[in-house]
C-alpha cells in the first residue's frame, strides 16, 4: 500500500523559507507524477507544484520563481523548497502522487494522499 509522509511545515516570517518533504513507501519513479497541493481555510485545494514522470515541472503561477521541487531516488523523496514566502502562501500542503494502470481497455489513476502539513507566513 503507498504511503505518503510529510515534514517539514511550520511558522515562518514573510519572506522566509521552507523546505517540505515528502516520503513515499514505494519508488518515487513508478508515479507517473508527483507533488504538492495546498488548501487554505474556505479555499479549493489547488496545485503547487507536479513533476511528470519524465521530468517536467510545472508550477502555479502564484509561485512560479520563489517554489523549487527535487527528487531523491534513493530515499523516495519529493522535496519543496519555499522561498520568497508570502502570508498568501498559509496553508495545509498536500503531497500527491498519481500511478496510472493500464487495463484491458482503458487507463486508470490511483491517485495518493499525504495526511498534511501546516505552513503558516505571518509576523
Known amino acids: 500500500q503507498v504511503q505518503l509522509v510529510e515534514s517539514g511545515g511550520g511558522l515562518v516570517q514573510p519572506g522566509g523559507s521552507l523546505t517540505l518533504s515528502c516520503a513515499a513507501s514505494v519508488n518515487i519513479f513508478s508515479f507517473d507524477n508527483m507533488g504538492w497541493y495546498r488548501q487554505a481555510p474556505g479555499k479549493e485545494r489547488e496545485l503547487v507544484a507536479s513533476i511528470i514522470r519524465v521530468g517536467v515541472e510545472v508550477y502555479a503561477d502564484s509561485v512560479k520563481g520563489r517554489f523549487t521541487l527535487s527528487r531523491d531516488g534513493p530515499k523516495n523523496t519529493v522535496y519543496l523548497r519555499m522561498n520568497s514566502l508570502k502570508p498568501e502562501d498559509t496553508a495545509v500542503y498536500y503531497c500527491?502522487?498519481?500511478?496510472?494502470?493500464?487495463?484491458?481497455?482503458?487507463?486508470?489513476?490511483?491517485?495518493?494522499w499525504g495526511q498534511g502539513t501546516q505552513v503558516t507566513v505571518s509576523s
Open positions: 500527491h502522487a498519481r500511478e496510472v494502470r493500464a487495463g484491458v481497455s482503458s487507463m486508470t489513476p490511483y491517485d495518493y
